[in-house]
T-cell receptor, first 115, second 111 residues
Framework: DGGITQSPKYLFRKEGQNVTLSCEQNLNHDAMYWYRQDPGQGLRLIYYSQIVNDFQKGDIAEGYSVSREKKESFPLTVTSAQKNPTAFYLC??????????????FGDGTRLSIL | EDQVTQSPEALRLQEGESSSLNCSYTVSGLRGLFWYRQDPGKGPEFLFTLYSAGEEKEKERLKATLTKKESFLHITAPKPEDSATYLC????????????FGEGTQLTVNP
């Protein structure tokens, strides 16, 4: 089945540690996105990528980094500079070929907590 | 400032009791409004895209409508399995493919 796979489902970070969240899609979508979701808040955009080897900062990029070396993969690193990393992280992808109003489709998220 | 506001924050219905969720927006140059459903611990699931005022879309017990300032998600004769958080998001003329999300409405349908 085509879809977006995020792993792990749960992740724990120690103080001062960098952690990387995986996002893989087999939908052949060009565009991929990372969001953060906190209780009672809407999704906030961290980074996005429209094509391989290119990405842009979203609204809350500080303390995060990404790479886009392959079309199907868009990993997110939460660095030690992110002081409040506890949240639910969602990855999404979108088919750019069919037009700019194609919806984003989401994975099932990674819940990150601080030890 | 561009904003998306959903109301109510939470809604409890009895099975079969129809109601509506609201998504109001203050953005310049709306290019699309999206509705999603999110179950606990899961990612949002796409429901509808609306492009222009007066447009309506339906799926089972759900019907989405759009005006120049807001969108409604009407739920007709809901069932317990309709319980979820419903999110709306807008795409603006100046934002490319980026979406701005509202905070969601948590719907509970009691049997």
């Amino acid at each position: 089945d085509g879809g977006i796979t995020q792993s792990p489902k749960y992740l724990f970070r120690k103080e001062g540690q960098n952690v990387t969240l995986s996002c893989e899609q087999n939908l052949n979508h060009d565009a991929m996105y990372w969001y953060r979701q906190d209780p009672g808040q809407g999704l906030r955009l961290i980074y996005y990528s429209q094509i391989v080897n290119d990405f842009q900062k979203g609204d809350i990029a500080e303390g995060y980094s990404v790479s886009r070396e392959k079309k199907e993969s868009f990993p997110l690193t939460v660095t030690s500079a992110q002081k409040n990393p506890t949240a639910f992280y969602l990855c999404a992808s979108r088919d750019r070929v069919l037009g700019s109003n194609q919806p984003q489709h989401f994975g099932d998220g990674t819940r990150l907590s601080i030890l | 400032e561009d904003q998306v506001t959903q109301s109510p924050e939470a809604l409890r219905l009895q099975e079969g009791e129809s109601s509506s969720l609201n998504c109001s927006y203050t953005v310049s140059g709306l290019r699309g409004l999206f509705w999603y459903r999110q179950d606990p611990g899961k990612g949002p699931e796409f429901l509808f895209t609306l492009y222009s005022a007066g447009e309506e879309k339906e799926k089972e017990r759900l019907k989405a409508t759009l005006t120049k300032k807001e969108s409604f998600l009407h739920i007709t004769a809901p069932k317990p399995e309709d319980s979820a958080t419903y999110l709306c998001a807008v795409r603006m003329e100046t934002s490319g493919s980026r979406l701005t999300f509202g905070e969601g409405t948590q719907l509970t349908v009691n049997p």
